[in-house]
T-cell receptor
Framework: QQQVKQSPQSLIVQKGGIPIINCAYENTAFDYFPWYQQFPGKGPALLIAIRPDVSEKKEGRFTISFNKSAKQFSLHIMDSQPGDSATYFCAARGTSYGKLTFGQGTILTVHP | EAGVVQSPRYKIIEKKQPVAFWCNPISGHNTLYWYRQNLGQGPELLIRYENEEAVDDSQLPKDRFSAERLKGVDSTLKIQPAELGDSAVYLC?????????????FGSGTQLSVL
């Protein structure tokens, strides 16, 4: 029940495309859903996050869509750029601060 | 502002040897975490500290892993003895809660290879 399932494992798009990464969870106690971006050799860095009281959050070219009833959330990257090529992790936090449960990750490649 | 600093960046050891990792969190961050990231997977929490106190170590394999955070600042994570399955990237992170959200700042990690 603590799992966060992420798909797809990998994704290739052309520059300007809109990659979409999906995550699903089971635990209804999760109350905070961040997305992290990780470049090779670096630690993950927070990209954008949402709480379940809103259905969408947008920051720059990154948008989270949240469907509480379906227990799913997704990351959309508008006008993707080669510099967006990285591994993206969704995560969810339970009642305990800091205990993030991460998805398996999606390797995104944006071709020029 | 300096980020989370970890050392060493890489460590190669033979199985049954001990190994230690060091982390210096962002100044002023009271919460410190150690995560383990296996190849092709997301990070998994090993232990979380609030100042000097380990408040969540339920996922730390205590038969071989130990951690400490003296004076509520730097932290070390130790494995003794190491096993082949311990090969992974060990990430340290720190945070300061703000308005119900929590932004974790990760270091670049220590990549451990156990031969």
């Amino acid at each position: 029940q603590q799992q966060v399932k992420q798909s797809p494992q990998s994704l290739i798009v052309q520059k300007g495309g809109i990659p979409i990464i999906n995550c699903a969870y089971e635990n209804t106690a999760f109350d905070y859903f961040p997305w992290y971006q990780q470049f090779p050799g670096k630690g993950p860095a927070l990209l954008i996050a949402i709480r379940p009281d809103v259905s969408e959050k947008k920051e720059g070219r990154f948008t989270i869509s949240f469907n509480k009833s379906a227990k799913q959330f997704s990351l959309h990257i508008m006008d993707s750029q080669p510099g967006d090529s990285a591994t993206y992790f969704c995560a969810a936090r339970g009642t305990s601060y800091g205990k993030l449960t991460f998805g398996q990750g999606t390797i995104l490649t944006v071709h020029p | 502002e300096a980020g989370v600093v970890q050392s060493p960046r890489y460590k190669i050891i033979e199985k049954k040897q001990p190994v230690a990792f060091w982390c210096n969190p962002i100044s002023g961050h009271n919460t410190l975490y150690w995560y383990r990231q296996n190849l092709g997977q997301g990070p998994e929490l090993l232990i979380r500290y609030e100042n000097e106190e380990a408040v969540d170590d339920s996922q730390l394999p205590k038969d071989r892993f130990s951690a400490e955070r003296l004076k509520g600042v730097d932290s070390t994570l130790k494995i003794q003895p190491a096993e082949l399955g311990d090969s992974a990237v060990y990430l340290c992170a720190s945070s300061q809660p703000y308005r119900g959200h929590e932004k974790l700042f990760f270091g670049s990690g220590t990549q451990l290879s156990v031969l």
